[in-house]
Structures are given as C-alpha cells and as structure tokens.
C-alpha cells in the first residue's frame, strides 16, 4: 500500500523532499471497520500551515506520519453497520491508497446527485467557505461592489458567482490572463484584474470599482490585500478567508497600518474558519446544490492524476497552476 508522510517541515515554499513516498502492508479491516479505496485527494492552501510546528485552529501534522486531507473513497470492504461495499464516502484522511476507518468522521455522498470530485469543491469544504464567509461576514446587498482576491481559484470562483446571483458588482484579482477571461467569460464576473501585468493595483481597483468597494473576500493577503484596502468605502465588510501570499514567508512583512482605513471608515474585518459555521453548513450545500442544478453556478477543477503527483498538485497551488478546485485523482 502507498502512503505519503510529511519527511520534512518546509521553510519557505514546499519542496519534494519535504515528503516522504513508504510502502505498508495492505490494512485489513477489522471488526466495526471499512476498508477504503481513496480516489480523489484535495490539496489545499491550509495544509501548509499544517506543516509548520505551530499552535493553530487544527493540530500540526507530525513528522514522519501520513499527511491528511479531504479525501472521497469508496468502501470497497465493510465490517460495519453503517456502511456497505459500494459507497462513496467523504472525510478527512490519510495520505494513503487503500486505509481502514472506524466510520468516524465519515459521510456518505451520492455519485448519482453530482460528480464525485464536486464533493471536494463546489459542494464540499471549499464551496462551503465561499457561500458562508460571503453571506455571513460579507453580509451582500444587492448593488454593492464585491472585490475577491484569489478569484480564479476554488473559493474565489464560487464567492464571485455568488455575489453575481444576489445581484452584486463583482470584481476578480487573478494571476494570469486566462484565468482573468475565465472570470468574466464563463463566471460573469463584471471586471477581473491580472495581478502579475497591472503595475498599479489601487489605480486599477479603483477603475473597476467606480463606486469603491463595498466587500473585500480577501484570499491573499499581502500587497493585492493593501491595494484593496486603499479603497474600502464606509462600512465595508472584509472577510479573511485566507493569506495564501503570506503562507511561505519567512521574514515578517511589512505594510500599510491598516487601523485608520477601519476606524475612517467603520470597516468590518474579520477573520474565519469555514467550520465555526457548521450550524449553517446544511442550509449552504442545498442552496450551492440547487445552484448547481439550475446551471446559475458553475465549477471548474484541475484534475491532476495519479497517486504520486499529489505532493506536485499541493506545490503547484503555490504557483498558481490551477483554475478552479485543485484535486488529485487517483
Ligand atoms: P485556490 O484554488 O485559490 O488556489 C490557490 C491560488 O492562490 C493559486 O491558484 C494562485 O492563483 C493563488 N496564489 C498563489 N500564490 C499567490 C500569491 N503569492 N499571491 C497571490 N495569489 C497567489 O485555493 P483555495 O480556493 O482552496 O483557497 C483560497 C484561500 O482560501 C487560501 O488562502 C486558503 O487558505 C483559504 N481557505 C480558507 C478557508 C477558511 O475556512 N477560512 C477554507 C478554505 C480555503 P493566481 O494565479 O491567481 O496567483
């Protein structure tokens, strides 16, 4: 069985050899256990912090150990009431081909309602931090101005579409042209910016915003962060979802204070994790799957195959290689 455990703590972005490919006997589930095939993995920004030694919202992940993330699998072998061989099943796993499970922290999805991979995206973690940071945090009202960072990506792309549905100005901050067109061509996003061409960010912010900017869905972080800022109106509402910019640095970064801009102009900023919304989590999956049906959401992913490019799909988030949902297929 082939099982990827973090060999190394990166300093700076991740490297190769800061993981480690092992071989292990195949596991046998025991009793009131399954026995799991993985066939898709998400790679996501978070888990870089993971691999720091460091307090934060989740544990770090140990050195030597399997690395885990959202994983769907299928049961290919049950010894447990709750699930039969066949199922596909959603959960936070290791790093492995083939693992048993107790059940816990397992869902069941259904391949029929959508694509499984979709239960890593649109309608799984990711879909669920773009329907809830936005409403809850954004708090959107029709005719405002929306402005994302990391707009291209699996959160951006879904925050964008949603503010689009109720009725928003939304404004995309991406690192390529493609994925710029991608924001305004398929996702109907009004403006999208290329962060790597445009050498004034608040000009150009600013230009697309012609009445300032109401929502900052920050994914970023960093100097993009700044330059949005620069143009918040009163009462703006700032949802830090992420600050992939800022996830590899080893030296402090400097920047503007950003304590007058919020006390000027009476900013809400504030910083979450999708899962302190949990009691909402239902509530969004029906409102993103119905989306879905009716065709007003759309998902892109980049579908990397093959169980050994899984630490190469998570390094390449960190240069931008993918549009939409990075996932590995297995
Ligand atoms: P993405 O699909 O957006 O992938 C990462 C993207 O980030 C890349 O494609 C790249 O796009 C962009 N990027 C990489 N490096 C930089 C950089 N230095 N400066 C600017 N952009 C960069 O990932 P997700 O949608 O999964 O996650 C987006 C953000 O949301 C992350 O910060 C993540 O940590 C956070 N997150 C937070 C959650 C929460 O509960 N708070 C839950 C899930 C995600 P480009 O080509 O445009 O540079």
Known sequence: NNVITLNSRPVGKPQLDNFKFVTEPMPVAGENEVLLKT?????????????????????????????????IAEVIESR???FAKGDFVSGSLAWKEFQVSTGK?????DAEAAPLSAYLGAIGMTGLTAYLGLTEIGQPKAGETLVISGAAGAVGSIVGQIGKILGLRVVGIAGTDEKTALLKDRFGFDE???YKTTSDMKEAIAAACPDGVDIYFDNVGGDISDAVMANLNRFARVPVCGAISLYNTTAAQMGPRLQPILVTRSVLMRGFIVSEFAAKSQEAITQLSSWLKEDKLKYTETIVEGFNNIPGAFMDLFEGKNEGKMVVKI
């Not at 898709?40 to 050195?63: A, H, I, T």
């Open 39 to 71: 066939l898709y993995v998400s790679v996501d920004p978070y888990l870089r912090g993971r691999m720091n030694d460091s307090k934060s919202y989740v544990p770090p992940f140990q050195l030597h150990e399997p690395i885990q993330s959202g994983i």
């Open 80 to 82: 447990h009431t709750g």
């Open 192 to 194: 999208a910016i290329n």
């Open 105 to 109: 922290g397992l869902s069941k999805v």
